[in-house]
Nanobody, 116 residues
Framework: VQLVESGGGLVQPGGSLRLSCAASGFTSSYYAMSWYRQAPGKERELVAAINSAGGSTNYADSVKGRFTISRDNAKNTVYLQMNSLKPEDTAVYYC??????????WGQGTQVTVSS
């Protein structure tokens, strides 16, 4: 079972990035998927979540209107489109898959740095 994030990097303020999370070893279409982030010295926080069918999403207030979570169940992949990036978006971004309390997985994380 594996979640592999990609797409992170260094971007200037106001720029965009798209993160991808590819699932393997399990059928991610049965799982709710989320993106979390953790900045240095801060707790990990929920950024965005999407239900298994992809019809329901929710976002942290700090990213509403700028970030979009989506999924392609045929590809076992979830995405996070990040626009109008700000320095405070700098963090390690983690993918999380959860069916229930005892059936959940984390990715290894991908670094996003927003700086001029």
């Amino acid at each position: 079972v594996q979640l592999v994030e990609s797409g992170g990097g260094l971007v200037q303020p106001g720029g965009s990035l798209r993160l991808s999370c590819a699932a393997s070893g399990f059928t991610s279409s049965y799982y709710a998927m989320s993106w979390y982030r953790q900045a240095p010295g801060k707790e990990r926080e929920l950024v965005a979540a999407i239900n298994s069918a992809g019809g329901s999403t929710n976002y942290a207030d700090s990213v509403k209107g700028r970030f979009t979570i989506s999924r392609d169940n045929a590809k076992n992949t979830v995405y996070l489109q990040m626009n109008s990036l700000k320095p405070e978006d700098t963090a390690v971004y983690y993918c999380y898959a959860r069916k229930h309390q005892f059936d959940a997985y984390w990715g290894q994380g991908t670094q996003v740095t927003v700086s001029s």
